[in-house]
């Protein structure tokens, strides 16, 4: 199974503020396979980032996500006040598909 | 544009099964796609439960669920269903149903349900 670390843990910021969150990907992965998700309190997580780097559809280009092998990033250029989430990474190379822990970035 | 909506008991008692539908409208689930399942607990996170192919053949599932899981389609409902038998208290969780491609994974969503093992 592959295991997903996702760091920080938490990301305090303010509205406007860049935010870099983190996957690390216990084996290698083709970045073909690799998603990113954003929840909100008491709703399914929301698809943002699918291919490692493919916005899905809807969603604002501040969003970007980058990376290879086990190393994957999701950028939030400058944080809109409805940014405020958990984030999660996703891997749906290999199964079991595997989700991360989540990244907190809530306002400073 | 395709909506996903989960339904079934709140409530299960230990050792017995969780029965679980999810009802599609603007899409046909024999049209293509797959369709899964998946978990989100406290002390696990979100967890890959299984998906099933559009024909309803040859459902795929996580090693962790595979003795105790099995997911079907009923293409003339537009449902598919998920069914988890011996459940206990660590199978206490918000289900979500869910469409996947293979190009960007679980890119529709059904609103949750929550399903509490306890007697």
């Known amino acids: 199974e592959i295991v997903l670390t996702q760091s920080p843990g938490t990301l305090s910021l303010s509205p406007g503020e860049r935010a870099t969150l983190s996957c690390r990907a216990s084996?290698?992965?083709?970045?073909?396979?690799l998603a990113w998700y954003q929840q909100k309190f008491g709703q399914a997580p929301r698809l943002l980032i699918y291919?490692?780097?493919s916005r899905a559809t809807g969603v604002p280009d501040r969003f970007s996500g980058s990376g290879s092998g086990t190393d994957f990033t999701l950028t939030i250029s400058r944080l809109e006040p409805e940014d405020f989430a958990v984030y999660y990474c996703h891997q749906y190379g290999r199964s079991p598909f595997t989700f991360g822990p989540g990244t907190r970035v809530d306002i400073k | 544009q395709v909506q996903l909506q989960e339904s079934g008991p709140g409530l299960v008692k230990p050792s017995e099964t969780l029965s679980l539908t999810c009802a599609v409208s603007g899409y046909s689930i024999s049209s293509g796609f797959h369709w899964g399942w998946i978990r989100q607990s406290p002390g696990k996170g979100l967890e890959w439960i299984g998906n099933m192919y559009h024909t309803g053949s040859s459902p795929y599932y996580n090693p962790s669920f595979e003795s105790r899981v099995t997911i079907s389609g009923h293409t003339s409902k537009n449902q598919f269903s998920l069914k988890l038998t011996s459940v206990t208290a660590a199978d206490t969780a918000v289900y979500y149903c869910?469409?996947?491609?293979?190009?960007?994974?679980?890119?529709?969503w059904g609103q949750g349900t929550l399903v509490t093992v306890s007697s």
């Open positions: 084996q290698s992965l083709s970045s073909t396979y």
């Open positions: 291919g490692t780097s």
């Open positions: 869910a469409r996947w491609g293979s190009g960007w994974s679980f890119e529709s």
